[in-house]
């Protein structure tokens, strides 16, 4: 199996870090942007988009920081995405930093703006700009 490209993204979110930590790391958030609908049971999410699910597993997480999976056809790899928020310890401005991984150049770009378009989501749902 060919190696995948490792991906981030930073996107500026006007929001305090513990709002925008509700709707990253819980299954409620999670459905009101990321998917239709999230369940988790243990260290296990389901995220289910119009019918089809995909399982993956909690690698950890930071409380208000991040959250780390790795999708169920990932598993004896080091692949995962994360999402972490990051504060600049000057202007106080808030991002959102995305990582993830990609099979070849096209599917970054596909999954770049496939990101793009769910945190605008996400964004919209803030109220943020």
């Known amino acids: ?11 500026p ?17 999670m459905s009101e942007w990321y998917a239709d609908n999230v369940n988790s049971r243990g260290e296990y999410f389901t995220f289910i988009w119009e019918g089809s699910e995909e399982k993956a597993k909690l690698l950890g997480k930071k409380n208000g920081e991040r959250i780390k999976f790795r999708w169920e056809e990932d598993v004896d790899t080091n ?6 928020i990051q504060v600049d310890e000057i202007t106080k401005d808030v991002s959102l930093m995305v990582t993830d991984f990609a099979d070849d150049e096209e599917e970054v770009e596909e999954g770049k ?12 749902i803030l109220g943020s700009t």
């Open 13 to 29: 979110v006007h929001v305090s870090p513990s709002l925008l930590y509700q709707y990253i790391s819980t299954p409620s958030g």
């Open 113 to 124: 703006l496939l990101w793009t378009n769910m945190i605008s989501n996400l964004k919209h």
């Open 1 to 11: 199996m060919e190696d995948k490209i490792k991906y981030e993204m930073e996107f």
């Open 79 to 84: 692949y995962y995405f994360e999402l972490r």
